[in-house]
């Protein structure tokens, strides 16, 4: 179980001219990801070292948006930033102790590679912003991450929330799905979420 991406909504200008933005900031290249058909969202990556990268995703003008829970997740996101994903390699393990079926979910880029997964605990994030979800890729789809040609790292996560409740979620503590990733709580009875990513760049520390 490890720290797989954070997602970040689109503003108001859009998915690339967001995407662009935190490109910018963070000095990566972003890489256009495509459409998920099932949810009705699209993204823009930006990859980073590790194995990691920033999802900047935003919902569509279509029925599946409105239907799917990750739809309606990042429709809600919009208006109060993003959110932390953790990849496992045994999903079936985590259906089991969550009582919950994981969803299929795919898309494809725009060279036509298309990239499979199933996640879990989008509905658990959509009820308590502060937990993250799982995702597990599927054999032989390349990790979006692939194309990171630079050494930009996640260095820390704020969330607004209760350690003791995400370490209930995740069946351990936070910091044991990273050994690099620093975490910090607060607010512990506020609004909960995802409140910065630290990242470490070439210019030197960045929050968004």
């Known amino acids: 179980m490890r720290v797989d991406h954070v997602v970040y909504a689109a503003e108001h200008d859009g998915v690339h001219a967001t995407a662009q933005r935190l ?35 935003e919902v569509l003008d279509h029925p599946a948006s409105d239907k799917a829970p990750f739809g309606q997740v990042v429709r809600a996101r919009s208006a109060a930033g993003g959110g932390w994903v953790v990849q496992v390699d045994d999903m079936a393990e985590q259906e089991q102790r969550l009582g919950r079926e994981a969803v299929a979910g795919n898309r494809h880029r725009p060279d036509g590679v298309e990239l499979r997964w199933r996640q879990l605990g989008v509905k658990g994030l959509q009820a308590d912003p502060q937990l993250p979800f799982f995702i597990a890729w599927e054999d032989g789809t390349p990790h979006p991450s692939g194309e990171a040609d630079n050494d930009v790292t996640i260095e820390s996560l704020t969330i607004a929330g209760d350690p003791d409740r995400v370490r209930d979620w995740l069946g351990l503590p936070a910091d044991y799905t990273s050994s690099v990733i620093d975490f910090s709580f607060v607010s512990p009875h506020g609004t909960p979420g995802l409140m910065a990513v630290t990242f470490e760049t070439t210019q030197g520390e960045v929050t968004i």
């Open 23 to 57: 490109a910018k900031l963070i000095g990566v290249e972003p890489v256009d990801g495509g459409v998920h058909p099932r949810f009705g969202t699209r993204n823009v990556i930006l990859p980073l070292a590790h194995e990691r990268y920033v999802e900047v995703v």
